[in-house]
Nanobody, 127 residues
Framework: QVQLVESGGGLVQPGGSLRLSCTAS????????VGWFRQVSGKAREGVSC???????YYADSVKGRYTISRDNAKNTVYLQINNLKPEDTADYYC?????????????????????WGRGTRVIVSS
């Protein structure tokens, strides 16, 4: 079964850190451009960080310096490390994978046209 499964979300105080994980099954992530998106209820989904198979990366301006995307090929998993969490980071976080797009293009997409999506993990930043 082909799927992406996110984990690692939760309730965190401002200034804290989280590492989100996205594990693929049924296909090899290393052959794909992968990305992390976030969505707040009522707003469009936003690409925050994307990484190509040759390790090119893209970060949205709003997260540069705080978010880091990485991969573990042995675990077929991509991670998103989020440091210095802010209340505005509160959102549902989704991972996605596509064989065609570059990181910049993938992160600019909204939903349609991407090969695979996970179901999301919720991050709440609150004191």
């Amino acid at each position: 079964q082909v799927q992406l499964v996110e984990s690692g979300g939760g309730l965190v105080q401002p200034g804290g850190s989280l590492r989100l994980s996205c594990t693929a099954s049924g296909f090899t992530l290393d052959n794909y451009t992968v990305g992390w998106f976030r969505q707040v209820s009522g707003k469009a989904r936003e690409g925050v960080s994307c990484s190509s198979s040759d390790r090119g990366t893209y970060y949205a301006d709003s997260v540069k310096g705080r978010y880091t995307i990485s991969r573990d090929n042995a675990k077929n998993t991509v991670y998103l490390q989020i440091n210095n969490l802010k209340p505005e980071d509160t959102a549902d976080y989704y991972c996605a994978a596509d064989q065609v797009y570059t990181p910049h293009v993938l992160c600019g997409m909204k939903f349609a046209g991407i090969d695979y999506w996970g179901r999301g993990t919720r991050v709440i930043v609150s004191s």
